[in-house]
């Protein structure tokens, strides 16, 4: 059964940072990555990383969001700094199957206050 359990987010002052982790079991994942949204807004691309190591970033959060995996422990991690106000969301994390199933978290929520 595959499962991706995020953690890591919280309330946090603009200008401080959080780091998120995403844990994925149950399968071998391509492709991860990371996505939110925000009250009223539709769901969009954060960061994502694929099996071989390279990166995309949505250019609202490049230069301040670090995006990291570790394949032999099946994790996922978004380093989030300078955080702003307009960075708050549910945060999920999607992977894909080598098969190209996708599969999605349950979310974490990320408060930014200014």
């Known amino acids: 059964q595959v499962r991706l359990v995020e953690s890591g987010g919280g309330l946090v002052q603009a200008g401080g940072s959080l780091r998120l982790s995403c844990a994925a079991s149950g399968s071998i994942f391509s492709t991860m990555g990371w996505y939110r949204q925000a009250p009223g807004k539709q769901r969009e691309l954060v960061a994502q990383?694929?099996?071989?190591?390279?990166?995309n970033y949505a250019d609202s959060v490049k230069g301040r969001f670090t995006i990291s995996r570790d394949k032999a422990k099946n994790t996922m991690n978004l380093q989030m700094n300078s955080l702003k106000p307009e960075d708050t969301a549910v945060y999920y994390c999607?992977?894909?199957?080598?098969?190209?199933?996708?599969?999605w978290g349950q979310g974490t929520q990320v408060t930014v206050s200014s």
């Open positions: 990383i694929t099996g071989g190591g390279s990166t």
């Open positions: 999607k992977a894909w199957t080598n098969y190209g199933a996708p599969y």
